[in-house]
Nanobody, 126 residues
Framework: QVQLAESGGRLVQTGDSLTLSCAAS????????MAWFRQAPGEERQPVAA????????NYADFAKGRFTISKDNVKNMIHLQMDRLTPDDTAVYYC???????????????????WGQGTPVTVSS
């Protein structure tokens, strides 16, 4: 049974940095691409960043490029999302997900997701 447990979300101020983590179990972690998505209040869930099964390939949504960094630890079965220079527009619930495939050019949408975590809320105050 796939289990994804996000952690690290909290209230921060504009300009702060924050790292989210996702602990995974129940599947061959080293063989699966992974991703972070987010959903702001009243909005659709959107992709943030994706990472290949080995961790050597990454893709980012335009808003995340240059500010967010996704990483994958195939020993500890975890992925992380380092977020810098946060703004109130980054306020959302952030979800960890397993992907069916890793795209070479962009971050796959929710249709490519096999399993979701429960999410961790991030609030950025102005």
């Amino acid at each position: 049974q796939v289990q994804l447990a996000e952690s690290g979300g909290r209230l921060v101020q504009t300009g702060d940095s924050l790292t989210l983590s996702c602990a995974a179990s129940g599947f061959p972690f080293g063989l699966r691409p992974m991703a972070w998505f987010r959903q702001a209040p009243g909005e659709e869930r959107q992709p943030v960043a994706a990472i290949s099964s080995t961790g050597r390939g990454t893709n980012y949504a335009d808003f995340a490029k240059g500010r967010f960094t996704i990483s994958k630890d195939n020993v500890k079965n975890m992925i992380h999302l380092q977020m810098d220079r946060l703004t109130p527009d980054d306020t959302a619930v952030y979800y960890c997900a397993t992907l069916r495939y890793f795209g070479s050019d962009d971050v796959p949408g929710p249709g490519a997701v096999d399993s979701w975590g429960q999410g961790t809320p991030v609030t950025v105050s102005s």
